[in-house]
């Protein structure tokens, strides 16, 4: 067939498929098809944070050119044509966190941890050193018996990194044991740049670009500075905007390095990428997709271009986490996981389940949190296998769409920050902050209007599960978690708990059968949890008599509910409040829009309307401020 022909064939079929959508369209809106216009799958549309619209359907007429192989520039397939597939990605995990840190006992503890996790699938150690963290100096017991040839290292100091950084020098020069010492390979984690933005201590520039000078010229593979681009993502960026500002901050390393007497492939060798992997598995693959090609088209203006492979380290997202119902974590970072493998991160990280909550909160240990989160990416790796194909997505018609218009938009971004004057003017400018506040609070609108689905907090919440430990909402400030507006009204109803014995409560007044008012009686219930306050549903409400005025005594709501369909409010929503208000309720609400009670006034219509794109945060605050909570 030729390709005249087989282009005639997709357009028709295409069309075929745009008059099925108008149908299931007209039928679902009670209009005729023609007037949902000639496009009508338009309506079938999303756009992303940074602005890219995902299509309901990717086929022949979205095809990009073929990208050149994995390990060839601009490394869109991967940065490595010989990776074991074997193996896959690096499995990453962080030991000596704070909980450890009291001294030279820990380090053995420490050290215990990595070995058992190293005999059951880590194969990459992530160490947080210095300050709070592990000692220094208990470094080198830490990594006793480690085989530092097989697991690449990577610290994580702050403001201690050139101390850090000479005590890991100290441990490998030591170590006699090396089959390999050319196998070696370090990351000194300075992320200065990164780290101003985040307001975390961290060396300074020069000291970073020092250290990364020395680095260059010894045996093995060290990389001094890492572009933490979870920094932004973790204050609210979008994954454009994530990939913008780390490609602007490693820029500034490249230019500082070669200033220093570095050729631009020696800058290009000494930088890493730190990102962050969200449950939106395909915006996650298309994001480190996109990333090594944004940073292959940097390394080709330096002249260096096959130096621009610079390794990438995915991160679980610690905004996507959430404190209340928990466990969805685990789903939440397989997901992520899943995104960042496929999308060709050379390690990722996942995050314990319990990473929102403070040690000990949830009541399960740190061993089983971090066995969980290990064997996330075991099961991805050894059982779904998918380690054992480069780059699997492939040919797909959305990823690559995907990754394109993501490499586009942060392009964009980068261009603006050049503009400002480069990555450190741009910060001092406020433009990458600002950017990243107003995709932020986007993203807040459309997670307190329910827009966007958060399980276990502003969709499906748990009322029932218990009270989390004072103070537990503290956790987690080094990110701008998704969940944290809605955990705080949870956090309200968990004090009023305590005092009163039982949590804020309201009466659902159903209206007519179950088969009326079960949809929005399961919505009002749900959207009621979502901020800590217990519904009381009696069944059906009986408007004659006494009837109304026992069931509001017997449940002790002073705020009520109506729920039914649109025209049992038109024949009863009026009478129903005027008995509600007679029953002693205080409150009268219903569940549907305003016009479903039509002119009616005075004490006969209802206080306030709940649909399903209210702005619930500022509802459901101002149900707990009128219950006292």
């Not at 901050?249 to 992997?277: D, K, M, W």
């Not at 002249?303 to 789903?331: C, F, I, K, Y």
Request: hydrophobic share 45%.
């Amino acid at each position: 067939m030729s390709l005249a022909a087989e282009a005639e064939d997709a357009a028709r079929a295409y069309a075929q498929w745009q008059d099925a959508v108008a149908g299931v369209l007209a039928k679902s809106r009670r209009v005729d098809p023609a007037e949902l216009g000639p496009e009508p799958q338009r309506l079938l549309e999303t756009t992303t944070y940074d602005g890219v619209t995902v299509n309901p359907l990717y086929g022949i007429r979205d095809e990009r050119p073929e990208a050149p192989l994995p390990g060839e520039f601009p490394f869109v397939r991967g940065g490595s044509a010989t990776r074991d597939v074997t193996t896959g990605w690096l499995v990453s995990a962080q030991f000596g966190g704070a909980a450890a840190a009291t001294g030279y006992g820990t380090a053995g503890k420490v050290n215990e941890r990595i070995l058992d996790a190293l005999e059951n699938g880590v194969s990459a150690l992530w160490l947080r050193v210095g300050g709070t963290d592990l000692p220094i100096e208990a470094l080198s017991a830490a990594l006793d018996k480690v085989l530092l040839d097989l697991a690449p290292v990577t610290i994580d100091a702050g403001a201690e990194t050139v101390a850090a950084a000479a005590a890991l020098y100290a441990v490998v020069d030591a170590r006699t044991d090396l089959a390999d010492p050319d196998a070696v390979r370090l990351s000194l984690g300075a992320a200065p740049l990164t780290s101003q933005f985040a307001g975390r201590a961290d060396i300074t520039v020069d000291e970073a670009i020092e250290l990364a000078v020395a680095a260059a010229a010894r045996i093995g593979t060290v990389r001094a500075l890492t572009v933490d681009g979870t920094a932004f993502h973790n204050a609210g960026a979008s994954d454009a905007e994530e990939l913008a500002a780390s490609i602007a901050a490693g820029l500034e390393y490249v230019r500082g390095l070669i200033t220093a007497g570095c050729s631009a492939e020696q800058a290009l060798g000494q930088i890493e990428f730190r990102l962050a992997a969200t449950d939106d598995q395909f915006q996650t693959i298309a994001k480190f997709r996109a990333g090594r090609q944004l940073w292959a088209r940097i390394a080709q203006v330096a002249g260096a271009p096959e130096a621009g492979n610079a390794p990438q380290h995915a991160v679980t997202s610690a905004a996507m986490m959430a404190q209340r119902d928990p466990w969805v974590n685990m789903l939440r970072t397989t997901l992520a996981a899943f995104g960042a493998g496929v999308g060709g991160a050379d390690a990722v990280t996942v995050l314990p389940f319990d990473a929102a909550l403070p040690a000990g909160a949830l009541g399960v240990s740190e061993g089983f949190a971090a066995r969980i989160a290990r064997n996330t990416q075991l099961l991805l790796l050894e059982e779904s296998n998918l380690g054992r194909v480069l780059d699997p997505g492939a040919g797909s018609w959305y990823i690559e769409e995907l990754t394109a218009q993501i490499a586009a938009k942060a392009w964009e971004f980068f261009q603006e920050v050049e503009s400002a004057g480069g990555y450190r003017a741009a910060l001092e400018s406020g433009l990458v902050a600002d950017r990243i506040a107003a995709t932020r609070a986007q993203r807040d609108s459309d997670i307190a209007h329910r827009k966007t689905a958060v399980t276990g907090i502003n969709e499906f919440p748990n009322l029932a599960e218990a009270p989390l430990p004072v103070g537990a909402s503290d956790a987690g400030t080094l990110a701008a978690r998704y969940a944290a507006p809605f955990e705080a009204l949870r956090d309200r109803s968990d004090a009023f708990l305590a005092t009163h014995g039982a949590r804020p409560k309201v009466l659902l007044a159903p209206l007519g059968p179950v088969a009326e008012h079960n949809g929005r009686s399961t919505f009002a219930a749900n959207l009621m949890a979502s901020g800590g306050i217990e519904t009381v549903n009696p069944g059906p409400l009986d408007l004659t008599g006494d009837a109304v005025a026992g069931v509001v005594s017997d449940s002790g709501a002073s705020i009520a509910i109506l729920c039914g369909t649109d025209a049992r409010y038109g024949e009863e929503a009026a009478t129903a409040t005027t008995a509600l208000r007679a029953a002693g309720i205080t409150t009268v609400l219903l569940a549907g829009p305003e016009k479903a009670v039509g002119d009616v006034q005075g004490e006969s219509r209802p206080d306030g309307f709940l649909t399903a794109r209210i702005d619930a945060i500022a509802a459901l605050t101002d149900l707990l401020d009128t219950l006292g909570a």
